[in-house]
């Protein structure tokens, strides 16, 4: 399992960087599961920021937006007791899931992917 915190301009100038901080944190005393904790840059969505994306190793991909550093207990709990529903409030929604969904990105297409 992956988690992928956004770190983009804009997702650091909401916070970003104290929610990575927490998790680290968090993942640093306990990681039996062995979850890798990594960087994105700019996601497209600056409304939405901060941004974790939480990917299984079958590459489901859970996207949790407007994270604070107040959640990373939520996300790390979810995420070690394999209980995901626990996110359902931070999700994003299918409203806003549409907005991306709806772009071909070329030039872009490795945004999301790439650790910057
Ligand atoms: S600068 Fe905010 S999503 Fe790209």
Same mark, same amino acid.
């Given at each position: 399992?992956? $988690? @992928?915190? *956004?770190?983009?301009?804009?997702?650091?100038?909401? !916070?970003?960087?104290?929610?990575?901080?927490?998790?680290?944190?968090?993942?640093?005393?306990?990681?039996?599961? *062995?979850?890798? /904790? !990594?960087?994105? !840059?700019? $996601?497209?969505?600056?409304?939405?920021?901060? @941004?974790?994306? @939480?990917?299984?190793?079958? !590459?489901?991909?859970?996207?949790?937006?407007?994270?604070?550093?107040?959640?990373?207990?939520? $996300?790390?709990?979810?995420?070690? *007791?394999?209980?995901?529903? /626990?996110?359902?409030?931070?999700? $994003?929604?299918?409203?806003?899931?549409?907005?991306?969904?709806?772009?071909?990105?070329?030039? /872009?297409?490795?945004?999301?992917?790439?650790?910057?």
């Amino acid at each position: 399992m992956r $988690i @992928i915190v *956004g770190e983009g301009s804009c997702g650091l100038a909401a !916070g970003a960087g104290s929610v990575h901080t927490k998790l680290d944190e968090l993942f640093a005393q306990d990681n039996p599961r *062995g979850v890798e /904790l !990594g960087i994105t !840059g700019c $996601i497209g969505m600056c409304f939405l920021e901060p @941004i974790v994306d @939480i990917y299984e190793d079958d !590459g489901t991909l859970h996207r949790m937006v407007k994270v604070q550093a107040k959640d990373a207990q939520t $996300i790390y709990d979810a995420v070690m *007791g394999g209980d995901l529903s /626990l996110l359902d409030k931070l999700r $994003i929604s299918a409203e806003d899931e549409l907005f991306l969904s709806k772009q071909t990105r070329v030039a /872009l297409r490795a945004c999301v992917v790439l650790d910057p």
